[in-house]
């Protein structure tokens, strides 16, 4: 019990962390910094019925930080009006907006998010991911899943190494423009999850992305 209630108050510390996107320096955020001991309390507890009921313990834990839940329902029409105002959002920028299911997934290009095998997010696209970030704000239950993705040139390690790098760049991004980063989880998956051939540099290219599921936060 110790090690998970120290283990939950180091996630919580560090969730308050962010890196401002225009000169790279960690930051604490004031209000995830102040409220985080009182969060961090409410996470554990949520943890903790969470792994007594059978409820996913991340969703258990964001819901006793106090972030709200959708009635079963309202989520549908409440992921309608999120696909909405992110379509109106994303509408010419290159970034594809799918829905699946009660998930809307927003796909990033590499070519429009990051220069070439760096992780450091191209000023140009800053607008469009600021853009994500008021949808994200305005819309708060929800899960928001970041998945980095590369081709398959290079080595394995080298290529999961990039896709984390760069999906926590975009984490780290969002929650620098408010989004509550306990909302975020990151992961890279490397080369092991193409939506296209690698035989070609056409291929290549749609695997080379960001992917951003975003789900309901629900009790179920």
Same mark, same amino acid.
């Given at each position: 019990m110790k090690k998970l209630a120290l283990a939950l108050a180091l996630t919580t510390a560090v969730a308050g962390c962010t890196t401002d996107p225009y000169t790279g320096e960690a930051k604490l955020s004031n209000t995830v910094g102040g409220a985080g001991i009182g969060a961090g309390v409410g996470a /554990?507890?949520?943890y903790l019925v969470g792994e007594a009921t059978g409820v996913d313990s991340g969703r258990a834990a964001l819901i006793g930080a106090g972030v709200g839940v959708l009635a079963g329902g309202s989520v549908g029409a409440y992921m309608d009006s999120q696909e909405d105002k992110l379509r109106?959002? /994303?509408q010419g920028t290159g970034v594809s907006v799918t829905r699946a299911g009660d998930r809307i997934i927003l796909n990033m290009p590499s070519n429009i998010t990051?220069?070439?095998d760096q992780a450091s997010i191209l000023p140009a696209f800053y607008p469009t991911l600021s853009s994500v970030a008021l949808v994200l704000k305005e819309f708060d239950k929800s899960i928001v899943d970041v998945y980095g993705h590369t081709d398959s040139q290079g080595s394995d390690g080298y290529n999961l190494q990039l896709s984390q790098q760069r999906a926590s760049s975009v984490s780290q991004f969002l929650a620098s423009q408010g989004v509550?980063?306990?909302r975020l989880n990151t992961q890279g998956f490397g080369e092991s999850q193409p939506i296209a051939?690698?035989?070609s540099e056409q291929g290549r290219a749609q695997n080379r992305r960001v992917e951003i599921s975003i789900s309901p936060l629900t009790n179920g």
């Open positions: /554990l507890g949520g109106q959002q /994303l990051f220069p070439t509550n980063p306990r051939s690698n035989a």
